[in-house]
């Protein structure tokens, strides 16, 4: 696996981590201490993005967008018991196409 492809992976994990804890404290009634971990997830997630080699934080965020559309259909299916429909992996497709044109388009030399 690419380095830049774990670290969006790991950010991905990180981030719905973090938004599902807050999830669960203001949505399923969880205790308010999920918060704690929940921030320490969304940090580290921060945190992950910034170890992308990509010269511009925008194409940094709207390529790993991509790979966090991608991650949250597995969570939907492994965390949620929802199979992704076609229309799911037809949309996904479209997102990952497009994130790898985002990062991998050539560019004009400055």
Do not use: N, Q
């Not at 965390?79 to 429909?85: C, F, H, N």
């Amino acid at each position: 696996m690419k380095p830049w492809l774990l670290t969006y992976a790991l950010a991905a994990v990180a981030e719905i981590a973090g938004c599902y804890a807050f999830f669960a404290w203001l949505r399923l009634g969880r205790s308010a201490w999920w918060v704690i971990p929940g921030m320490a997830s969304l940090a580290l997630f921060a945190w992950l993005l910034t170890l992308a080699e990509v010269e511009h934080a925008g194409r940094t965020y709207a390529a790993y967008g991509a790979v966090y559309i991608a991650a949250a259909l597995v969570w939907l299916w492994l965390a949620e018991g929802v199979r992704p429909d076609r229309w799911d992996l037809i949309g996904v497709a479209i997102c990952l196409v497009g994130g790898a044109v985002i990062l991998f388009g050539p560019r004009a030399s400055a």
